[in-house]
């Protein structure tokens, strides 16, 4: 009897699945136009259960409240597609100079479903957003390494 109550409960425990709590998180950066290029202001980063479109919402409100010379808002979150990216965050920022002098502050947002891949997402988003920038050369720094 004790082993098929036994048994009843492993079954009943192996049959049982888990989903994960879906976190949406969104980061939005304020930029500016400089005589030379264009920088990064900051960042703000919303998360939650609300969706993405209404996090991005206060995240911008919030991002322009704290930064009064933005001129524009470019938004990230963890949604690729339909496809859920995970609820590890990465923000890294990297200074770059041009033949000018100019120096340029750039930010990159990673997600993933661990933090190494959100970092590898954070430095494809950095190269993607400014062209001259190697991680070889100018390298980054992290700001934000956070599981939700």
Known sequence: ??????????????GLTVKAQQTNIVVSIAKKATSCNSTD??????????????LERKAVTELKRNNPDWQSVESKDNIDWGSYMGNYLVIISTVTTDSKGCQRVTYGVGFGKESSSALKDALSHVKGRNWTWLESKHGYRIEVEKRY
């Open 41 to 54: 202001l900051g960042y703000q980063v919303y998360y939650g259960a609300s969706s993405s479109s209404e």
């Open 1 to 14: 009897m004790k082993k098929l109550i036994f048994m009843s409960v492993i079954s009943l425990l192996l």
